[in-house]
């Protein structure tokens, strides 16, 4: 049974007259990888920076399992954080970064663990390359390592895939895949859907700080597949006639009129010629197929303005 490991009520963040988050409410299962997209200045940031205790919200609540935020703080401390810069020592290697930050954060005998770490996120223990001279990539590496470092239930990633090259992305992704399994519940955004997509459980859209859409993965990628929208007098009646004589079989019934097909074999002709000969009337027939980038501007677009 999946149980929820974190619920926002009525989330809010105002800054002066700005509204940078409005009344966000969902819940994150424990164990999902749970994508938050949202473009440019959408209220990403400002959202997961309320869910790791960075800044307070303006109103609303916070639940981690079932207590509220608000009678216990304690339980950011079960969170780890990589949201815009991690502060890094551009002077010490990785190992002396996590083991001075092991030290601040009490750990005891940590040097196991820090080369554990290193490994878990693709970094060499032993490699004396000083912070400063690192990519991009092992920089969001060493600040995942940072993250992991109090062994938290949740980790909150801000565009880890920010400024990554195509390897750096799939480096990334496998790591998110591999921490995911060990139990981890992973909160990740992105200004980009087609960059989850590979990796996300559910996602929740943000368009101008407000939550617009929570889809799981399989209801998302159902919406963009590529299909046949059938539209005819009685679904019921043409069924047995596709099933039997074009051998369709992978469809979705969407209402008495209308269904969906998804047999790639299949071409709008075949059917038209089909039904026709056997007196079924088509009503409407056309070939559907949006890409995931598609999908999201035209939920953005067709999404009302923020007025709070
Ligand atoms: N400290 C702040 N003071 C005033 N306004 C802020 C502050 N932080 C964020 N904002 C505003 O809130 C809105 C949301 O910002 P936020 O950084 O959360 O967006 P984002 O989705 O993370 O964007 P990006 O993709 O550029 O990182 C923006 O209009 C931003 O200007
Ligand atoms: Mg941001």
Redesign the pocket.
């Known amino acids: 049974m999946t149980s929820t490991i974190i619920e926002v009520r009525q989330l809010t963040k105002k ?1 002066k007259a ?1 509204t ?1 988050v409005y009344n966000a409410d969902f819940k994150i299962a424990r164990g999902e990888i749970f994508g938050l997209i ?10 997961l920076k309320m869910i790791g205790g960075l800044i307070h919200s303006t109103s609303g609540e916070i639940y981690f399992f079932d207590r509220s935020e608000s009678k216990d703080q304690s339980f950011f401390e079960r969170m780890g954080l990589l949201i815009e810069n991690p502060g890094l020592y551009p002077q010490y290697t990785a190992y002396k970064t996590l083991q001075l930050l092991a030290i601040a954060y009490g750990l005891k005998s940590p040097n196991q663990y820090i080369i554990h770490l290193l490994r878990l996120v693709g970094l060499d223990a032993s490699d004396k390359t000083k912070v400063k001279n690192y990519s991009m990539g092992m920089k969001q590496k060493l600040g995942i390592a940072i993250a992991l470092l109090g062994s938290p239930d949740v980790l909150i990633l801000d ?1 880890p895939i920010n400024g990554l090259d195509p390897q750096g992305i799939v480096e990334m992704r496998k790591l998110i895949l591999e921490l995911n399994k060990t139990g981890l519940t992973i909160i990740i955004s992105s ?1 980009i859907l087609e960059e989850l997509s590979k990796i996300a459980t559910t996602y929740a859209i943000i368009h101008k700080g407000k939550i617009i859409e929570v889809i799981s993965k399989d209801d998302l990628l159902l919406k963009c597949e590529e299909r046949i929208e059938l539209e005819v007098d009685h679904v019921e009646e043409v069924l047995p006639v596709l099933e039997q004589q074009l051998n369709i079989s992978n469809y979705r019934v969407i209402d008495q009129q209308n269904v969906h097909i998804y047999d790639s074999h299949i071409e709008n002709h075949q059917i038209v010629h089909l039904l026709a000969r056997n007196q079924k009337l088509v009503h409407s027939i056309v070939k559907y197929k949006m890409s995931l980038e598609q999908y999201f501007l035209e939920l953005t677009k067709s999404a009302g303005e923020l007025h709070a």
């Open positions: 800054f700005k940078a949202g473009q440019n200045g959408a209220g990403k940031s400002t959202l565009e200004h």
